[in-house]
C-alpha cells in the first residue's frame, strides 16, 4: 500500500522557520518528482513546491526566496520542505505529493493528508 506521510507541521510565529518531512512507502519513488502543496483557510489549494528525480526544483512565488525543497535520493524515500520567515499567509494544510514534475496538482497520483501550518502574527 502507497503512502506518504506528512510532519513536521505545528504553531509558529511569524518570522520563525519550519522544516516539514514527507515519508514514503509502498514502493520506490527514486524515478518520481515529489511536490508540496497546500491549502489555506477559504483558498484553493495552491502550488508551493517541485522536486524532479534529478534535483531539478521549483518554487511558488509566495514562498520563493523563503522556501527550499530537498530529497533523499538514495531510495526516493523522503521529502522535505524548509520554510524560513513564515508570514501568516503561510497558514494552511501542507499536503506532500509524488507524481509527474510540474505545478499542476493534476500531474501527482499519489497524496498524503497533510500536515497543518499555522503562522501567529
Known amino acids: 500500500q502507497v503512502q506518504l506521510v506528512e510532519s513536521g507541521g505545528g504553531l509558529v510565529q511569524a518570522g520563525g522557520s519550519l522544516r516539514l518531512s514527507c515519508a514514503a512507502s509502498g514502493r520506490t519513488f527514486s524515478g518520481d518528482a515529489r511536490g508540496w502543496f497546500r491549502q489555506g483557510p477559504g483558498k484553493e489549494r495552491e502550488f508551493v513546491a517541485a522536486?524532479?528525480?534529478?534535483?531539478?526544483?521549483?518554487v511558488g512565488d509566495s514562498v520563493k526566496g523563503r522556501s527550499t525543497i530537498s530529497r533523499d535520493n538514495a531510495y526516493g524515500t523522503m521529502v522535505y520542505l524548509q520554510m524560513n520567515s513564515l508570514k501568516p499567509d503561510d497558514t494552511g494544510v501542507y499536503y506532500c505529493a509524488a507524481g509527474k514534475y510540474s505545478r499542476d496538482e493534476d500531474d501527482y497520483d499519489y497524496w498524503g493528508q497533510g500536515t497543518q501550518v499555522t503562522v501567529s502574527s
Open positions: 522536486i524532479s528525480w534529478n534535483d531539478y526544483t521549483n
